[in-house]
């Protein structure tokens, strides 16, 4: 056989060798590719499967925020008003048969969001407390430090992207301030996700803030509007990336502040964002069953 023939031969082979594996191997990249968009389907798939319904209360205590998270027999609380409110608050959460809260976070170190607090920690047993790593010298946070002490709990301070859960909702840290010439800008900011739906929580955060945090997973169905609706936040970058259907705003009636300001509520409805205000609703009620929110209001008894 000639050198020639036996070449011929050979390139055959190695043809005929690659018309069989080479198909048979791009048929396992289709299969292996098709598997792996049918695992990234059935994640998504049971992340939005979820048990229960996540209850979220947006607290009528007038000029001040607190905030009731709820889903599978665990709480969470978000602030917890003036200090004229935190006995209506223990009241209240007594009479809804709340005993332990898994989670209290104290956005920032003022008076309206921590004020109820020390009545809170005295009333209540508290698995995780969390609030910025940032003093202050007021009585109010003095006291919140003092009931701390007597019930020998300690705070922690979370790191941004840390993540946690509540029931089958998922909490993510999105922002936590240091030490600053602005309480407001230390503001722990965070976001709920349950199946579908997701809630982003914003403290007093300033729009120096919302510029921090553009580039994260903002997006979300309801938005905290930040710092009672003053025009120093929700600018229009921010409501865009959030794209919210609705918005929650905590102040109360005929407050010195005038909040929320005129530029605040034109720009959210410019985006056609719903929008619900304490002052004139009362206690908002959202209730999430991982697809759809509903929404209702009522008259609580926890503005002091």
């Known amino acids: 056989m000639?050198?020639?023939?036996?070449?011929?031969?050979?390139?055959?082979?190695?043809?005929?060798?690659?018309?069989?594996?080479?198909?048979?191997?791009?048929?396992?990249?289709?299969?292996?590719?098709?598997?792996?968009?049918n695992v990234k389907s059935e994640d998504k798939k049971k992340k939005a499967e979820v048990n229960g319904n996540l209850k979220i209360s947006y607290l009528d205590v007038g000029q001040a925020d607190s905030i009731l998270i709820e889903n599978n027999n665990e709480y969470m609380l978000i602030d917890a008003g003036n200090n004229e409110d935190g006995e209506k608050l223990v009241n209240y959460f007594e009479e809804n048969d709340i005993k332990e809260f898994k989670y209290v976070i104290a956005t920032h170190a003022h008076e309206d969001h921590i004020g109820g607090m020390d009545d809170i920690i005295n009333s209540f047993k508290i698995d995780t407390y969390y609030m910025p790593y940032v003093m202050s010298t007021t009585k109010t946070f003095e006291d919140v430090l003092n009931a701390l002490e007597e019930k020998k709990l300690k705070f922690s301070t979370p790191k941004i992207d840390d993540t946690f859960k509540l029931g089958d909702a998922d909490v993510t840290i999105l922002y936590v301030g240091e030490e600053g010439s602005d309480l407001n800008d230390t503001s722990i900011v965070l976001?709920?996700?349950?199946?579908?739906?997701?809630?982003?929580?914003?403290?007093d955060a300033t729009s120096s803030v919302e510029k921090k945090i553009l580039d994260k997973d903002i997006k979300s169905d309801v938005l905290k509007v930040a710092h009672h609706g003053s025009s120093y936040s929700s600018k229009p970058e921010f409501l865009d990336k959030v794209n919210p259907t609705y918005a929650i705003i905590s102040c109360g009636k005929n407050n010195i502040y005038n909040h929320p300001e005129k530029v605040t509520i034109n720009n959210l409805n410019d985006r056609n964002i719903k929008i619900y205000r304490t002052d004139l609703d009362g206690t908002i009620i959202l209730t999430s069953d991982g697809k759809n929110i509903n929404i209702t209001t009522s008259n609580t008894d926890t503005n002091g």
């Open 2 to 37: 000639s050198d020639r023939k036996l070449v011929r031969i050979i390139v055959g082979i190695l043809i005929l060798g690659y018309v069989i594996f080479g198909t048979s191997f791009m048929t396992n990249i289709k299969e292996t590719r098709a598997s792996i968009a």
């Open 191 to 203: 976001k709920i996700t349950f199946g579908n739906n997701s809630f982003l929580f914003t403290g």
